[in-house]
C-alpha cells in the first residue's frame, strides 16, 4: 500500500511535463484552466467598461484560486480519503450553525462571521465534502451500490442540499445535489434507478413550490413568461436573450456591445456575463469558451477514468461534473432554459469564492493523477 503513489515518469517526457508533474500539476488541465481565466479577464475588462479595480481585484482573486490549487495538488490523495468523512461533518454543521446563527444579507441566511476568518459561506464547502464523502463512502463497497448503499449516497447529499435550499440558496442547493448525484451516477447505478428519481422529483414539485420564498417563485414564473412582467421580473432574461442574440455570428467587437456597455443588461459582470460574450464576440467566442470548458472537462474526466482505485475516480470524476454543472446551469439559466438562481461562469464571472472552490477541486483532481503509480 505504501507503493501505490510512488511515481515514476514514462521514458519520453517531455522536461516541461516533468517538473509540472514534480509539483503534481498537470500540464494540459493546468493550461486549459489558464486559457479560461485569461479569456475570463478580457470579457471582464469589457463587462467593467475598462475599470482597472475591478480587473485587478479579479487578477488577485484568480491568483489566490490558482495557489490554493497548487496546495490542493500537493497533498496525497490517502489524505483526502481518511479526512473526508471529517470535512462532511464539519460543513453540514457550520450548514446547521448558519440557520441559527448565521449572518444574513439580502434577505438570505447563508454566511458565517468566525473570530479571526473572514465572513465566508459553509455551503461552498460541501460543493468539494459532498463528492468526496460518498466517494469514501462507496470506495470500499461492491459496485454498482446495493439498494442499502444507494440510499445512504442520496442521503448524504439530500441532506446538506436541503439545509442549503433553507438559507434560502437554490443555485448552491442545486450545484451540491448535482455533484452528490453524479458520484452516484458514475457507482454504476442502472439508468432506471435515476430516472425513477426524476420522475418522482417531478411528483414532488407541488411540495417545492410551497416550500419556496416569494422571490423564488417569481423566478419560476419569470421563466415560465418572462412577458408577464417585463420591466420587472422579467427584465433581466429579456435583456440577456437580447444581448446573446445581437452578437450574431462574429460579435459587435469588444467594448462595443450596446446592452452591456449603456447598462440595459444587468449583472453583466457576474451571472450574465456570457450574455456580454455573446454580443461581442458572437458565436464565434461562446463557441470558443464553450470549446475550453470541453477540453477542461474532457482532460479532468480522462483523469478520473486513469485512477487507480474508487475513491480516486469517483472523486475526481464527481469534481468535475461540479464545474460542468456550473456551465450548464449558468448558460442554460442566462439563455432562458432555467429559472435565474444565481450560479456564476465559472472562472470568467466576477468574483472569488467558486473560483477557490473549484479550482481547489481541480487540485483534488490532478494530486488524484500525479501521485498516482505510473
Known amino acids: ?85 471529517a470535512l462532511y461533518v464539519a460543513g453540514l454543521t457550520m450548514l446547521v450553525v448558519v440557520l441559527v446563527v448565521g449572518t444574513t444579507a439580502k434577505g438570505a441566511q447563508r454566511w458565517l462571521d468566525l473570530p479571526l476568518l473572514p465572513r465566508f459561506q459553509p455551503s461552498e464547502i460541501m460543493k468539494l465534502a459532498v463528492p468526496l464523502a460518498i466517494a469514501w463512502y462507496l470506495h470500499e463497497r461492491p459496485l454498482p451500490p446495493s439498494w442499502r448503499d444507494l440510499g445512504v449516497s442520496i442521503a448524504l447529499f439530500t441532506v446538506p442540499a436541503g439545509l442549503i435550499f433553507l438559507q434560502p440558496d437554490l443555485g448552491t442547493a442545486l450545484l451540491v445535489a448535482g455533484g452528490g448525484m453524479a458520484v452516484v451516477l458514475l457507482s454504476g447505478v442502472r439508468w432506471r434507478i435515476p430516472l425513477a428519481g426524476m420522475g418522482l422529483a417531478v411528483a414532488a414539485a407541488p411540495l417545492l413550490w410551497l416550500a419556496m420564498r416569494d422571490y423564488q417563485r417569481g423566478r419560476v414564473l419569470t421563466f415560465l413568461d418572462p412577458e408577464r412582467d417585463p420591466l420587472g421580473d422579467g427584465w433581466n432574461i429579456i435583456q440577456s436573450k437580447t444581448a446573446l442574440g445581437s452578437g450574431g455570428f462574429a460579435g459587435k467587437g469588444i ?43 474532457t482532460r479532468a474526466l480522462l483523469i478520473a477514468v486513469r485512477a487507480q482505485d474508487t475513491f480516486g475516480r469517483l472523486g475526481a470524476g464527481g469534481l468535475t461534473l461540479v464545474f460542468f454543472a456550473y456551465v450548464f446551469v449558468n448558460i442554460a439559466m442566462v439563455s432562458g432554459l432555467l429559472p435565474v438562481v444565481g450560479v456564476p461562469l465559472p472562472l470568467v464571472s466576477y468574483g472569488g469564492t467558486s473560483a477557490i472552490t473549484l479550482l481547489v477541486g481541480f487540485g483534488i483532481v490532478m494530486a488524484i493523477h500525479t501521485h498516482r503509480r505510473w
Open 1 to 85: 500500500m505504501a507503493q501505490d503513489y510512488i511515481r515514476t515518469m514514462p521514458v519520453g517526457i517531455s522536461l516541461a511535463r516533468r517538473k509540472l508533474y514534480d509539483v503534481h500539476l498537470d500540464p494540459w488541465l493546468l493550461l486549459a484552466l489558464a486559457v479560461v481565466g485569461v479569456f475570463g479577464l478580457v470579457v471582464l475588462n469589457s463587462a467593467a467598461h475598462g475599470d482597472r479595480t475591478i480587473l485587478n481585484n479579479q487578477m488577485l482573486r484568480l491568483g489566490v484560486a490558482f495557489g490554493a490549487m497548487l496546495l490542493a495538488a500537493q497533498v496525497n490523495p490517502r489524505v483526502y480519503l481518511r479526512w473526508s468523512p
Open 255 to 297: 467594448g462595443d456591445g450596446t446592452q452591456s456597455q449603456l447598462e440595459f443588461l444587468p449583472e453583466s459582470r457576474t451571472d450574465f456575463i456570457i450574455a456580454v460574450i455573446g454580443e461581442e464576440l458572437g458565436l464565434i467566442g461562446v463557441t470558443l469558451l464553450l470549446a475550453l470548458y470541453l477540453v477542461v472537462v
